[in-house]
Nanobody, 121 residues
Framework: QVQLVESGGGLVQAGGSLRLSCAISGRTLNIYTVGWFRQAPGKEREFVARISWDGPVTYYSDSVKGRFTVSRDNANQYLQMNSLTPEDTAVYYC????????????????WGQGTQVTVSS
């Protein structure tokens, strides 16, 4: 099993920044992709960004491209979020997949508990 624990969420004003962290532990030998998703109230969980486990290959949703940066080192994954807007308000989830270049939420087998990000206008 793989365990994921997010941290770093909070309340920030529009235009501000936050950095989310995800501690990854357990049997990571078969993990090939780690990523971030978010879910706003009344909406489906949506893809935000992903990074390959063994290299710097990244991919972003159009809504965050140029503002968010995903990275990882050892057993941690990060999401640097800049120029935040109220539309970024959501619960953010860290996820891990045994698939290369996983993208859809159904491709990710392991999930964290989520961390709330609230952006005020």
């Amino acid at each position: 099993q793989v365990q994921l624990v997010e941290s770093g969420g909070g309340l920030v004003q529009a235009g501000g920044s936050l950095r989310l962290s995800c501690a990854i532990s357990g049997r990571t030998l078969n993990i090939y992709t780690v990523g971030w998703f978010r879910q706003a109230p009344g909406k489906e969980r949506e893809f935000v960004a992903r990074i390959s486990w063994d290299g710097p290959v990244t991919y972003y949703s159009d809504s965050v491209k140029g503002r968010f940066t995903v990275s990882r080192d050892n057993a941690n994954q990060y999401l640097q979020m800049n120029s935040l807007t109220p539309e970024d308000t959501a619960v953010y989830y860290c996820a891990a997949s045994g698939l290369v270049n996983a993208l859809h939420r159904n491709h990710f087998e392991y999930w964290g508990q989520g961390t709330q990000v609230t952006v005020s206008s």
